[in-house]
């Protein structure tokens, strides 16, 4: 029997456990809204332990988040031990502290978020299985890597999410159950929430299991192009979400 996710959401977590969490429930969405983007890591563990299945992630960000898991911290260790094989022992030195998590363990995942840098969630989540794939659709690069798919967004469409935003990098909805993902440093335009063209967002809203938004202050400040502080986009998103999910079919 499926889990009542709003009652479950709030046995496992309270407003401002972590990371200023803050959660919104709108209908039968929930959208959790956190500061730093790796603490996205137990909400959709969370998610995907209770529901007894991996999600594919579509992710709107300026950014492409998907280095390896700890990998900052590791190739820190690996080089202080061996600066002429640092990438090879990272790579082990990975592989360890992913096989040391224990998957279950859901608030064990706050501390674990801890060691994460922020671009670092996605493929933890990735290699715990509670994403089997992510859509990166981001301003930045479009890596091929052998998971996931990135989709480079060109400066015209930037903050933009207009239908033809999607359209320009051939962006596909996904059959499969979907978490949508949110990075506030995307927007960086106030009119972004209005978009003419949102059958596409309209649709990845209605068919996201949850909602995840990340604040990502210090890179929204320097991404901004219009004068508006991260509250009142953070609202806009909100606000946007909520008409659309309250908006009858």
Known sequence: ????????????????????????????????????HQYNLPIWGDLSINNNKSYILVSIDFHPDTNPPFYQSALLEATMKDDENAEILAKKIIKRKVNSI???DVLSLISISDEL???????TAM?????????????????????????KVSSNFFSSLENEMFESVDFQIPDEDIVLDIDLDYFSKKDSFNPKNSDI???????????????????FEYLKKDEFNLEECENSCINMIKEIILKKM
């Open 102 to 104: 224990n998957r279950k």
């Open 127 to 151: 290699e715990l299985n509670y994403l089997s794939d992510y859509h990166m659709i981001n301003c930045m690069d479009k890596h091929e890597y052998t998971t996931g798919t990135h989709y």
């Open 201 to 219: 967002i309209k649709k990845l809203i209605k068919k996201a299991e949850i909602v995840t938004i990340a604040r990502s202050e210090k890179y």
């Open 1 to 36: 029997m499926r889990f009542d996710l709003e009652k479950e959401s709030e046995k496992m977590f309270m407003e401002n456990q972590f990371s200023g969490l803050k959660i919104i429930k709108i209908k039968n969405k929930v959208i959790y809204v956190i500061d730093k």
């Open 117 to 123: 840098s922020n671009d670092e969630h996605i493929n």
